[in-house]
């Protein structure tokens, strides 16, 4: 990209000398209009008429000047960059120029020249104080442009409390046809500390954010203190590779799952998802994506099964704000193999994220979906196929103390109903942690 920009700027720069004259009279009146327009920062009347002035004046350097800020305000960078030159060309010691060519070498990507002449002004007499800490904000942003490796650890640990560890039914008691009524298990509440952690590697192959491979490595624990039957850990690595365009994102992304139940290995997943982001404005987006999975037990194989997973969603920021995110999924699970009726089943989602900053430290969420869940095989010992609906709702709000330390507290409620008695179950959970960014 930056070849072609610089020959640009040179040809219109040998292209400007080499047959330009002076101003006529009548032109030193509409240079004097948009002179004037300029200083009133009418940028967009006032470079028309320079940029058919310059020509003409070749030797002119205030004209000059005023054309290239009068481009760069208008986001034109390439005519800024050509008409900054050619005031250096005229004038190399001018201090003012010389930052205005370096900013736009910084917009047009130019990192490296622009670095160059960022350098040089910083040793300038002229800089002042508040002068050095602008050209130092450009130098550590060229530095992060120019970079390719990044890589981002976070951490959090905290308390839980669990109303239904283990999903104890909301009635007392359930009825299996032509063998009679049973007391059903009740739900029974615990405490447990609950850890996170995940690291990111991203590596930018190419121009910087076009292609971009990620790696993250991610471990979730939960871990009662009396219902440890019910201890959890996952295990997850998800390698992803992005190319992104003007309007659009594209990601390729792996997965690789080890479940932990009580102590026990339970199962190991992998799954493949492309992913399609398109964006309609630089603040409404549209997400597609389908995910084909593979479930392997370690114990009970007639639980391994393999999936489809297809959604869209729509994601909408009003304000710096404010975001809100709608998603609906539709998914199939199938078994393997076996004879059980809990496995194969058909599954819809439609949920919806609100997030709210409240003040620079302050975010507040609000989260909600609904599930509708549909097995396929006739339940032999019910006489019936099962179907459940859940709903779940959740407030989030999250205490930033600093950049890198930050407090959350947590409430979720969930429901379900299903058309088995014994499935249908009340929970809620509350939570208190405290997360660190590195």
Not at 329 to 356: N, P
Request: one cysteine or more; a negative charge; glycine letters at 6%.
């Amino acid at each position: 990209m930056n070849i072609p920009l610089r020959l640009i700027a040179s040809s219109l720069l040998l292209g400007s000398f080499l047959y330009g004259q002076s101003l006529s009279p009548v032109e030193s009146v509409s240079y004097e209009k948009a002179k004037k327009l300029y200083l009133e920062q009418s940028y967009e009347e006032a470079y028309p008429l320079l940029s058919t002035l310059y020509l003409n004046a070749l030797d002119n350097i205030e004209l000059n000047f005023y054309l290239g800020r009068s481009a760069y305000e208008l986001k034109e960078y390439p005519a800024a960059l050509a008409a900054f030159e050619r005031v250096t060309f005229l004038d190399p010691n001018n201090f003012e120029n010389q930052i205005e060519l370096a900013r736009t070498q910084y917009k047009l990507g130019l990192y490296d020249e622009a670095k160059t002449n960022f350098k040089v002004i910083r040793k300038a007499p002229e800089v002042t104080e508040g002068m050095k800490k602008t050209i130092d904000y450009y130098l550590e942003s060229i530095a992060k442009q120019q970079q390719r490796n990044f890589l981002f650890l976070t951490a959090r640990g905290g308390l839980l409390y669990d109303s239904n560890v283990n999903f104890g039914s909301a009635d007392e008691t359930y009825t299996l046809p032509t063998y009679g009524t049973f007391p059903a298990a009740q739900s029974r509440s615990n405490m447990a500390h609950e850890e996170t952690a995940g690291l990111t590697h991203l590596y930018d192959i190419g121009e910087r954010g076009g292609v971009v491979l990620r790696n993250r490595f991610s471990l979730y624990n939960r871990s009662y203190f009396d219902e440890t039957d019910y201890n959890m850990m996952l295990l997850s690595y998800y390698p992803a590779l992005t190319f992104t365009t003007k309007r659009s994102a594209y990601e390729l992304i792996g997965g690789v799952n080890r479940f932990y139940l009580g102590d026990k290995d339970f199962y190991t997943s992998y799954s493949i998802n492309p992913k399609w982001s398109y964006f309609y404005t630089p603040n409404f987006r549209q997400i597609l994506s389908c995910k084909v999975g593979q479930k392997n037990h370690f114990e009970f194989s007639d639980l391994d099964s393999h999936s489809v997973e297809l959604s869209t969603g729509w994601e909408l920021s009003p304000s710096s704000t404010h975001v809100l995110r709608t998603d609906l999924v539709a998914s199939r699970q199938i078994k393997e193999r076996g004879g059980r009726a809990d496995v194969s089943y058909h599954e819809y989602i439609a949920s919806f994220l609100y997030t709210y900053q409240l003040h620079p430290r302050m975010i507040f969420q609000f989260n909600a979906n609904a599930k509708q869940r549909l097995y396929e095989d006739f339940d032999p010992l019910f006489l019936k196929h099962r179907e459940d609906v859940t709903g779940y709702g959740s407030f989030n709000m999250v205490q930033r103390l600093n950049d890198v330390v930050s407090f959350q507290e947590s409430a979720g409620y969930t429901h379900t109903n299903s058309s088995v008695p014994i499935y249908s179950y009340d929970k809620y959970t509350l939570s208190l942690s405290v997360s660190g960014r590195f």
